[in-house]
């Protein structure tokens, strides 16, 4: 389980908190939906739990660890999807997969079995000599994904996956999350298309203002109503502005 535990951050002296004491549990090999406005303190969050920012107040704790204490032993164990590509144009899909396994400190002995298995997952193997600037946008959400696979974590930390993609990719990515959850390990997941979240999350916290406004199982937070609905009267934020 990951709790999140009254946690505080401000970037700077002179302004609001981009989180103010949240709290949230994350069960393990749950997709748990992560939403808010923008400003809402999402990036912050994931910031935090992916250990580029460092909590000022309040802990992370992962199976009874803290982070610091989880992510020693686990360094590759936690892994960020980001919003926007993370992958170089020039190199092909082979290559970005061969090089991030490299910075995450993949053995060489071991790359080829990662990177045959991420893009086997990602279904990649057919556009894997393509050059990543070749892809469509669907393709490149994969790729972007089969990076993030490469450390095979245990942790995924999701940032609007399906931005800019067709109907068709977005149902394969969403598959592609199911079966990395299934298969016991967890993810974390951001995205303004509700339905999405519907579809694919077991569970969901609202945040704004860096505070949780409402977290649970996606049917005790919608309680008969669309999510969307929920989300709109609780953060005043309309989707479809």
């Known amino acids: 389980m990951i709790r999140i535990d009254s946690l505080h951050y401000r970037y700077r002296p002179e302004t609001p908190p981009a989180l103010d004491g949240i709290s949230i549990d994350i069960a393990r090999g749950s997709i748990h939906g992560l939403l808010g406005p923008n400003g809402a303190g999402k990036t912050t969050l994931i910031s935090l739990l992916a250990g580029l920012l460092t909590p000022q107040k309040g802990r992370i704790v992962i199976d009874g660890e803290s982070l610091d204490v989880w992510r020693a032993v686990r360094p590759n164990?936690?892994?960020?999807?980001?919003?926007?590509?993370?992958?170089?144009?020039?190199?092909?899909?082979?290559?970005?997969?061969?090089?991030?396994?490299?910075?995450?400190?993949?053995?060489?002995?071991?790359?080829?079995?990662?990177?045959?298995?991420?893009l086997a997952f990602s279904r990649l193997e057919t556009v894997a000599?393509?050059?990543?600037?070749?892809?469509?946008?669907?393709?490149?959400?994969?790729?972007?994904?089969?990076?993030?696979?490469?450390?095979?974590?245990?942790?995924?930390?999701?940032?609007?996956?399906?931005?800019?993609?067709?109907?068709?990719?977005?149902?394969?990515?969403?598959?592609?999350?199911?079966?990395?959850?299934?298969?016991?390990?967890?993810?974390?997941y951001t995205s303004h298309y509700m339905e999405e979240v519907e579809a694919i999350c077991s569970d969901a916290s609202i945040i704004d203002h860096g505070k949780v406004l409402l977290a649970g199982p996606i049917a005790e937070v919608k309680q008969g109503r669309t999510l969307e609905q929920v989300f709109v009267e609780l953060t005043g934020y309309s989707l479809r502005d």
Do not use: H, W
């Open 77 to 118: 164990a936690i892994a960020l999807v980001p919003q926007d590509y993370a992958f170089y144009p020039m190199l092909t899909v082979a290559e970005n997969l061969d090089f991030f396994a490299g910075v995450q400190g993949v053995p060489q002995q071991e790359r080829q079995r990662r990177c045959a298995e991420a």
């Open 129 to 188: 000599k393509q050059r990543a600037e070749e892809l469509s946008g669907g393709l490149r959400r994969r790729l972007n994904l089969a990076i993030g696979l490469t450390g095979e974590p245990e942790i995924l930390l999701l940032d609007e996956p399906t931005v800019g993609v067709d109907p068709s990719s977005r149902r394969f990515l969403l598959e592609i999350i199911r079966q990395f959850a299934a298969a016991g390990r967890t993810v974390l």
